[in-house]
């Protein structure tokens, strides 16, 4: 048997089990097919657990991918409050919180993966979970944005729009990172230069854009 093999079939060990188990359905995930697909059976086979180890951890699969869901994203918020926070508005920030997102995507391509699949073709648990993820990036955005000296006359309505539009953008360009092989470093870095642009545009146009602050 190979080491690869080995290693796949290798039981964890005590207390490991939780974790395994979340490691074997993101590996199913990267090379197989989208997390609703799977099996628990399929799971804890590749964790090299028995199928009632399962039920100590998770209740159903989809605690497991909600848990996953949470994994992916909680840290995620967190680096980015923290750029947001200590950065002044302006050129740094916009390239500073670019470049620390896209670099987590990378070294997360797994967690990603699953939940682009998730977010087209998950149960709808799993869809209405990952669009109120966006939500809160999109609602943590809209008030970080109402601190920004030049955004100050706009309505939470506004910024509420705005800030869905910056969401969105990335959201979209995270799947064009996650559709190119991880060795492709120029396309990467396309992505990272495609993200400033049109990041840019969108504040350019809300320079200019007219707020109805009564709205608010």
Sequence with gaps: MTREATSKTRKPKRGQTREALMAAALDLVVKKAPFSS??????????????????????????????LLDESFRTLRQMMRQVRQ????????????IETYFNYVRENRAHFLFVAKELFGGTPTMRNAIRREI?????????????????????SED????????????????????????????????VLIAAEKQLR???????????NKSSS
């Excluded at 539009?165 to 396309?190: C, R, S, W, Y």
């Design 86 to 97: 200590e950065q002044s508005p302006g050129e740094n920030m916009l390239r500073g919180s």
């Design 38 to 67: 799977l099996s628990l059976r399929e799971v804890t086979k590749r964790a090299g657990v028995v199928p009632t180890a399962f039920y100590r951890h998770f209740p159903d699969m989809s605690a497991l991918g909600l848990t």
């Design 159 to 190: 910024l509420q729009m705005m800030a869905a539009l910056v969401v969105n953008n990335v959201t979209a360009l995270t799947q064009e990172m996650l559709e190119l092989e991880e060795t492709d470093e120029f396309g990467q870095q396309q």
């Design 201 to 211: 545009l969108i504040f350019l146009g809300v320079a200019h854009w007219k707020s």
């Design 135 to 155: 939500r809160m990036f999109t609602n943590e955005l809209a008030m970080d944005m109402a601190r920004f000296p030049f955004l100050n006359h706009f309505s």
